[in-house]
Every structure is written in C-alpha cells, then in structure tokens.
T-cell receptor, first 114, second 114 residues
Framework: SQQGEEDPQALSIQEGENATMNCSYK?????LQWYRQNSGRGLVHLIL?????REKHSGRLRVTLDTSKKSSSLLITASRAADTASYFCATLSHMDTGRRALTFGSGTRLQVQP | DTGVSQNPRHKITKRGQNVTFRCDPISEHNRLYWYRQTLGQGPEFLTYFQNEAQLEKSRLLSDRFSAERPKGSFSTLEIQRTEQGDSAMYLCASSSGQGGETQYFGPGTRLLVL
C-alpha cells in the first residue's frame, strides 16, 4: 500500500516560476527520498534527507522534512520546461523494522509551460 | 554502461501465458529490488534480494510470481498464468547498502496482458 500522499496531484506553472510539492507519510522513517520520472521511463533519484535533518539543498532543489508532522516538501526554483515530469516521495522505514523497501507516494505531475 | 538495465523493455502477452523479465543491477551493488507500477500510481514494492538471498516479499507477490537471483548478480522475475491485472510497468532497482539506501532504478519493463 502507498504510504505517502503527494499534494498537489498535478501542478502547471510557467517557466521561471518556482514549484512546490508536498508529501505526507504515516510511520517512523529512516530517511525520505524524492525521485523524478519522465513519462514511461524509470525513476531518477533526486535527493535524500535523513530523519535527523530538517533541510537539504541540491542545485535548484530544496527539500524540507518535518518529522513531527510527518511531512516533506520539494521546492524546484527557476523551473524549466525540462523539469516537466512526475515527482515521487519515497520513505525508508526506521532501521529497527528491518525493512529495506521504499514506500512511494502517488506522485505529483508537474507541467512547466515554456 | 554502469546503470541498471532491464530486458525486455516491452512485452505483450496473452492471458494465461508465462513471462520472464531480467534485471542487471549496477555491478557491485549487493541489493536488488523489484517494484510494480500501474498507470498514475507510484511504484509498489514486490521483493528484495541481498546478494542471492530473497529477504523480503510483499503480499502483492502472489504464488504466480517468482523471483530469483541465483549468483547474486542479475535477477529474473517470472509471472505464471498471466492475468490482465498483471499489466503494469515492472521496475528493478539496486543499491550498495550504504549511503542511506539510495536506490538506482532501471528503465522498466512494460507488460501488457491481452
């Protein structure tokens, strides 16, 4: 079953604008990861944030994590048409569970208009 | 090529037939994962190997599904007596078991059961 829920389900913006996607999850986690998927393709890893981190940056990406609210956000600044894709958050359960599988949300479909 | 590869990329089969997919992980990655993704949804975990040992299986993996990783390198996923509900993208990922469990995904095999 899907643990995460992304919000919004779909987002359409103009090139140059910022895009913010949110993710909520249900259980204790070891880390949270964001992936991008172009239509019909595999997933590309974007960024990983650990449960003891609150914010992380990578190029035009900024990720925040609030473990008290069990939520995360992904901000893409100065968006480009090439950023058009689906974005998924995925959680790795706390190490005590022994589970190694990622649990994905249902994704946000981002459309960046040129 | 150092990425995860999957074959075939597309498979069309008739209901009741058996199909087998192959995944070649990034060399030296000891962990290999299979996920299934249906249209508009995030990937759902099927099974996970550490070296040749299958350590975790989802309840989604019915008895018609079997996965192997005989030498701890490539893996195969077989679906017997396929059903229309098996139509999906089957994704393989691998990880080194370090660095917070970043998983690197292959391009997927898209299965259509007629």
């Amino acid at each position: 079953s899907q643990q995460g829920e992304e919000d919004p389900q779909a987002l359409s913006i103009q090139e140059g604008e910022n895009a913010t996607m949110n993710c909520s999850y249900k259980t204790s986690i070891n880390n949270l990861q964001w992936y991008r998927q172009n239509s019909g393709r595999g997933l590309v890893h974007l960024i990983l944030i650990r449960s003891n981190e609150r914010e992380k940056h990578s190029g035009r990406l900024r990720v925040t994590l609030d473990t008290s609210k069990k939520s995360s956000s992904l901000l893409i600044t100065a968006s480009r048409a090439a950023d058009t894709a689906s974005y998924f958050c995925a959680t790795l359960s706390h190490m005590d569970t022994g589970r190694r599988a990622l649990t994905f949300g249902s994704g946000t479909r981002l459309q960046v208009q040129p | 090529d150092t990425g995860v590869s999957q074959n075939p990329r597309h498979k069309i089969t008739k209901r009741g037939q058996n199909v087998t997919f192959r995944c070649d992980p990034i060399s030296e990655h000891n962990r290999l994962y299979w996920y299934r993704q249906t249209l508009g949804q995030g990937p759902e975990f099927l099974t996970y190997f550490q070296n040749e040992a299958q350590l975790e299986k989802s309840r989604l993996l019915s008895d018609r599904f079997s996965a192997e990783r005989p030498k701890g390198s490539f893996s195969t996923l077989e679906i017997q007596r396929t059903e229309q509900g098996d139509s999906a993208m089957y994704l393989c990922a691998s990880s080194s078991g370090q660095g917070g469990e970043t998983q690197y995904f292959g391009p997927g095999t898209r299965l259509l059961v007629l």
